[in-house]
């Protein structure tokens, strides 16, 4: 299973307090014991913050290389590299050329119609995320929507915001029941609200759900997720492919950006069948263009065998 | 060089045996010769009872017969077409033969490097040649002369190298299945002997070599009739994604591993190397 979401616990290039690194080792850690291996670490950019163009190694703040030795015991454990950028004016998102070498998976969170429909027809990203928990300020039309699937954009669903939210449980009477605070029903109200738009306006092909959770309780496994689609009227096998098939092919597009020339030829690093297209194990997570990375011994692959045997004959 | 060529000519006319028209201009151009500005054309008579019938160096009679096409419609295209169908139609003929002759007892090893002999079916063992001069042209096309820097390669970076690839020509290139949407062609592989627009015409080993996973098989009986016999494959680009090997360097034994991704592949090699590709939805690679 593949969660796209798990968010890098700082919007800016501060680094983050020891407190919030450990809250990630624990959502990382708790996801994969519910069964996700495919992780994507999200960088979620706000407007204003400047992206460092000029300096190519200190775009991307989160250190895949620390994270990946120190879940190196996980077995079949992968992460990848994700951005999410927030645009509200179309004119701001230049240089996204530029990312697309550094971040594995690159998506982009339109605040304005306008936004949404650039992102749509003029940028080559993966996926599209909204926040769904504030009322969206644009109605989601299928014109634009079935554009980007067409184009094989995603459309991103986060659930933690609607079990998180502003305020939790208040206990209201001597009984002791349990009732939701208004603002959190609201936010719930609201998200249910998105949730169906976003599913109407896709005609329900197209959709990921990803976590985004900060903290481990936020996280859920598999069955759940498909409770809860289907509680908003998505039947089994499509709710199915929002956590299998639609991230993978997530994965596919932004690693093919970096690993191929135009989806035609690609490197292989990786002997294992599984997961060809999008395997970044052996590469240089800081320079990903970088060939050097690459290189085999002759002798460990098996076309390389049957080539050696054939020139010493 | 050239105008030796035009001498050469006219002094053919002049004498009547070669070794001696080559020692004139050996010491016409020598620089211990005399290196005459002039040459000295003698006029040749009708009457001189040692020349042989005036025929010039150029218009040798060739002593091969030329055959003449049957008819305007045979191209190389049409024949190559032909040779391999009719390739196809014979191995098709001989597992067939095999199939039936294992019912009745396993057919021996012999018997079937006979057959394949008498079919005239390619053997991998053909194409190893191609496949070296392959890797001698990617060498040459990927790494070239500014990459090596005192005998040192410094790889290029990938995406110096990947849109080469994408125009680069894979006749004589050892392919291998990686993954396909008909499990059956997983682990084929072969050299490449023809690149069309929906298929690579590959030429396949036969018994252990023919994948990786038969390498450790130890009775040639337990293989399939279609390994033991190898031959041309024809295999649609459609769904599959190859990988092939660039050795970069023999002594040290490194490689860099490619795949193709065959959906995105499906050009004619001529259209290929001009195109610009673009990148598009990946529901069909999944």
């Given at each position: 299973?593949?969660?796209?979401?798990?968010?890098?616990?700082?919007?800016?290039?501060?680094?983050?307090?020891?407190?919030?690194?450990?809250?990630?080792?624990?959502?990382?850690?708790?996801?994969?014991?519910?069964?996700?291996?495919?992780?994507?670490?999200?960088?979620?950019?706000?407007?204003?913050?400047?992206?460092?163009?000029?300096?190519?190694?200190?775009?991307?703040?989160?250190?895949?290389?620390?994270?990946?030795?120190?879940?190196?015991?996980?077995?079949?454990?992968?992460?990848?590299?994700?951005?999410?950028?927030?645009?509200?004016?179309?004119?701001?998102?230049?240089?996204?050329?530029?990312?697309?070498?550094?971040?594995?998976?690159?998506?982009?969170?339109?605040?304005?119609?306008?936004?949404?429909?650039?992102?749509?027809?003029?940028?080559?990203?993966?996926?599209?995320?909204?926040?769904?928990?504030?009322?969206?300020?644009?109605?989601?039309?299928?014109?634009?929507?079935?554009?980007?699937?067409?184009?094989?954009?995603?459309?991103?669903?986060?659930?933690?915001?609607?079990?998180?939210?502003?305020?939790?449980?208040?206990?209201?009477?001597?009984?002791?029941?349990?009732?939701?605070?208004?603002?959190?029903?609201?936010?719930?109200?609201?998200?249910?609200?998105?949730?169906?738009?976003?599913?109407?306006?896709?005609?329900?092909?197209?959709?990921?759900?990803?976590?985004?959770?900060?903290?481990?309780?936020?996280?859920?496994?598999?069955?759940?997720?498909?409770?809860?689609?289907?509680?908003?009227?998505?039947?089994?096998?499509?709710?199915?492919?929002?956590?299998?098939?639609?991230?993978?092919?997530?994965?596919?597009?932004?690693?093919?950006?970096?690993?191929?020339?135009?989806?035609?030829?690609?490197?292989?690093?990786?002997?294992?069948?599984?997961?060809?297209?999008?395997?970044?194990?052996?590469?240089?997570?800081?320079?990903?263009?970088?060939?050097?990375?690459?290189?085999?011994?002759l002798?460990?692959t098996s076309s390389g065998r049957l080539l050696k045997k054939q020139r010493?004959? | 060089?050239?105008?030796?060529?035009?001498?050469?000519?006219?002094?053919?006319?002049?004498?009547?045996?070669?070794?001696?028209?080559?020692?004139?201009?050996?010491?016409?151009?020598?620089?211990?010769?005399?290196?005459?500005?002039?040459?000295?054309?003698?006029?040749?008579?009708?009457?001189?009872?040692?020349?042989?019938?005036?025929?010039?160096?150029?218009?040798?009679?060739?002593?091969?017969?030329?055959?003449?096409?049957?008819?305007?419609?045979?191209?190389?295209?049409?024949?190559?077409?032909?040779?391999?169908?009719?390739?196809?139609?014979?191995?098709?003929?001989?597992?067939?033969?095999?199939?039936?002759?294992?019912?009745?007892?396993?057919?021996?090893?012999?018997?079937?490097?006979?057959?394949?002999?008498?079919?005239?079916?390619?053997?991998f063992?053909?194409f190893t040649?191609l496949n070296s001069?392959w890797q001698?042209?990617m060498?040459?096309?990927?790494?070239?002369?500014?990459?090596?820097?005192?005998?040192?390669?410094?790889?290029?970076?990938?995406?110096?190298?990947?849109?080469?690839?994408?125009?680069?020509?894979y006749t004589g290139c050892l392919l291998t299945v990686?993954?396909?949407?008909?499990?059956?062609?997983?682990?084929m592989r072969g050299i490449v002997v023809?690149?069309?627009?929906?298929?690579f015409?590959l030429c396949i080993p036969?018994?252990?070599d023919?994948?990786?996973?038969?390498?450790?098989?130890?009775?040639?009986?337990?293989?399939?009739?279609?390994?033991?016999?190898?031959?041309?494959?024809?295999?649609?680009?459609?769904?599959?994604?190859f990988g092939f090997d660039v050795i970069?360097?023999?002594?040290?034994?490194?490689c860099?591993s490619f795949?193709?991704?065959?959906?995105?592949?499906?050009?004619?090699?001529?259209?290929?190397?001009?195109?610009?590709?673009?990148?598009?939805?990946?529901?069909?690679?999944?």
């Amino acid at each position: 299973m593949f969660d796209l979401n798990v968010p890098w616990p700082v919007q800016t290039y501060n680094s983050p307090s020891q407190q919030q690194l450990t809250g990630l080792y624990n959502v990382i850690a708790t996801l994969y014991c519910l069964g996700y291996n495919h992780l994507a670490i999200n960088f979620n950019v706000q407007e204003n913050v400047k992206l460092p163009y000029g300096q190519p190694t200190s775009i991307n703040p989160i250190p895949m290389q620390q994270l990946r030795e120190r879940f190196s015991e996980y077995p079949n454990l992968k992460l990848f590299s994700r951005i999410t950028l927030q645009i509200s004016d179309p004119s701001q998102c230049q240089g996204l050329s530029k990312l697309q070498n550094i971040f594995d998976i690159i998506s982009i969170q339109p605040n304005t119609e306008k936004a949404l429909q650039l992102a749509t027809t003029n940028l080559d990203i993966d996926m599209i995320s909204f926040s769904l928990t504030s009322r969206l300020p644009f109605f989601l039309k299928h014109k634009t929507i079935g554009a980007a699937i067409d184009k094989g954009i995603k459309f991103e669903i986060i659930y933690s915001s609607a079990l998180t939210g502003p305020a939790g449980y208040l206990v209201t009477s001597a009984n002791d029941n349990m009732t939701l605070s208004t603002t959190a029903l609201l936010a719930r109200k609201v998200f249910f609200n998105n949730l169906m738009q976003l599913i109407r306006a896709s005609r329900s092909n197209g959709l990921v759900v990803s976590s985004g959770a900060f903290q481990s309780v936020q996280v859920r496994n598999g069955p759940d997720i498909l409770n809860l689609l289907q509680t908003v009227g998505l039947d089994r096998a499509r709710s199915k492919a929002c956590i299998t098939d639609n991230p993978e092919k997530v994965l596919i597009s932004g690693r093919l950006r970096i690993k191929s020339a135009k989806q035609v030829i690609a490197v292989n690093n990786d002997e294992s069948m599984e997961g060809l297209l999008y395997s970044n194990e052996g590469e240089d997570p800081v320079k990903k263009t970088e060939t050097a990375g690459f290189t085999k011994k002759l002798s460990d692959t098996s076309s390389g065998r049957l080539l050696k045997k054939q020139r010493i004959v | 060089m050239n105008n030796n060529k035009l001498e050469k000519h006219l002094l053919s006319r002049c004498y009547s045996s070669e070794a001696k028209v080559l020692e004139v201009l050996s010491s016409r151009y020598s620089i211990s010769g005399d290196q005459k500005p002039s040459l000295i054309l003698t006029p040749t008579g009708s009457t001189s009872s040692e020349r042989a019938p005036s025929t010039s160096l150029l218009h040798t009679k060739s002593t091969d017969k030329v055959t003449k096409p049957a008819s305007k419609t045979v191209s190389t295209r049409l024949e190559l077409k032909k040779y391999i169908s009719t390739t196809l139609n014979k191995q098709r003929k001989l597992i067939k033969m095999i199939n039936q002759s294992k019912r009745t007892s396993s057919p021996s090893t012999a018997f079937i490097t006979k057959k394949l002999s008498q079919y005239e079916i390619p053997k991998f063992e053909e194409f190893t040649g191609l496949n070296s001069l392959w890797q001698e042209y990617m060498n040459n096309l990927l790494f070239p002369a500014s990459s090596h820097q005192q005998h040192q390669l410094k790889l290029p970076s990938l995406a110096m190298l990947l849109p080469k690839l994408t125009s680069a020509d894979y006749t004589g290139c050892l392919l291998t299945v990686l993954q396909a949407k008909n499990t059956q062609l997983v682990g084929m592989r072969g050299i490449v002997v023809w690149d069309t627009q929906y298929s690579f015409i590959l030429c396949i080993p036969r018994d252990q070599d023919s994948k990786e996973y038969t390498e450790s098989v130890e009775n040639l009986t337990e293989l399939t009739a279609s390994t033991r016999v190898g031959g041309l494959k024809a295999i649609p680009k459609k769904g599959c994604i190859f990988g092939f090997d660039v050795i970069t360097d023999e002594s040290k034994d490194e490689c860099l591993s490619f795949n193709i991704i065959g959906s995105r592949f499906e050009f004619r090699n001529v259209d290929r190397s001009s195109k610009k590709f673009k990148n598009h939805n990946v529901n069909d690679l999944l």
